[in-house]
């Protein structure tokens, strides 16, 4: 009967790590100072994506993000999955280039099909550090899963600029003299040692349309808040899938714990102890 219990604990702790159950609050951020904690829809062994979040969260993306971030591991196609219209997508591929290779040799551009990943900004990365200070910036499709904190800490980061002012006031470098950003440079509080390279992304109110019919007001925070969650889905589109199977894995052994005790039940019943 031990080893039954012992089989069965262990599959309920690998299901709730594999379903995912842990909120990435419980990692740190920043250099101490503690995340953002939001209440995603997409947590706990039961949490899904919103679907218009997500979509609004592209729009946030193909809007303000693209322009230096790309999401190499993310296809057209995948797109087709959080609802955007076919129709859109057609529209929105013939207008981004892909580079290819004609049969002369010759270096030329296609229009974007359903099989490619999301153009990225830049040819490569030695164009994209170039076009920015000298440092490319990151891709953005496993950014949530790579960075500490995860989605509460893109958002908190996102949300987190301060002006120098308030910079030189709350913050000290390590040599104990007040923070000050220089030319190109921001403070963020949520950044490790708090001076960053990106300047605040989102900036003002409306900054993105939403027009969608019951669609949120398009705050900073919401901003945010809504490319985050997409972020979320790109670095896991996988991820609802993943916690069904994972309730299914959760129910069968369940059933299994209970045939193991009936057949345990029968086989010792008459055996003294």
């Known amino acids: 009967?031990?080893?039954?219990?012992?089989?069965?604990?262990?599959?309920?702790?690998?299901?709730?790590?594999?379903?995912?159950?842990?909120?990435?609050?419980?990692?740190?951020?920043?250099?101490?100072?503690?995340?953002?904690?939001?209440?995603?829809?997409?947590?706990?062994?039961?949490?899904?994506?919103?679907?218009?979040q997500i979509k609004r969260g592209w729009k946030v993306y193909a809007k303000v993000c693209a322009s230096c971030h790309g999401l190499k591991h993310v296809y057209y196609r995948h797109l087709?999955?959080?609802?955007?219209?076919?129709?859109?997508?057609?529209?929105?591929?013939?207008?981004?280039?892909?580079?290819?290779?004609?049969?002369?040799?010759?270096?030329?551009?296609?229009?974007?099909?359903?099989?490619?990943?999301?153009?990225?900004?830049?040819?490569?990365?030695?164009?994209?550090?170039?076009?920015?200070?000298?440092?490319?910036?990151?891709?953005?499709?496993?950014?949530?899963?790579?960075?500490?904190?995860?989605?509460?800490?893109?958002?908190?980061?996102?949300?987190?600029?301060?002006?120098?002012a308030a910079c030189e006031k709350e913050y000290k470098g390590s040599d104990g003299k007040p923070l000050k950003p220089e030319s190109g440079q921001s403070c963020n509080t949520y950044f490790p040692g708090h001076i960053i390279a990106m300047a605040p992304p989102l900036a003002s109110e409306g900054q993105v349309d939403y027009d969608e019919k019951g669609a949120p007001k398009a705050t900073v925070s919401q901003m945010a808040m809504d490319v985050t969650a997409f972020l979320a889905w790109a670095a896991e589109p996988e991820l609802e899938d993943r916690k069904r199977m994972g309730l299914r894995v959760m129910l069968f052994l369940l059933i299994l714990t209970g045939l193991f005790f009936v057949i345990y039940r029968q086989v010792w019943r008459r055996v003294k102890h």
């Open 1 to 52: 009967m031990m080893r039954v219990r012992s089989i069965f604990l262990a599959g309920v702790v690998a299901v709730a790590g594999f379903a995912g159950t842990l909120p990435s609050s419980v990692m740190a951020a920043g250099d101490g100072v503690k995340a953002k904690s939001v209440d995603w829809s997409f947590y706990g062994p039961f949490g899904t994506f919103d679907r218009a």
């Open 80 to 164: 087709l999955t959080i609802g955007i219209e076919p129709k859109a997508m057609k529209e929105m591929m013939t207008s981004r280039k892909m580079p290819m290779i004609d049969d002369a040799g010759d270096a030329v551009t296609r229009a974007a099909k359903l099989g490619d990943p999301i153009t990225a900004p830049f040819a490569n990365d030695v164009a994209a550090a170039k076009a920015n200070n000298g440092k490319a910036p990151p891709d953005l499709s496993l950014i949530v899963k790579a960075r500490g904190g995860g989605a509460n800490y893109i958002y908190s980061l996102l949300t987190g600029y301060v002006t120098a």
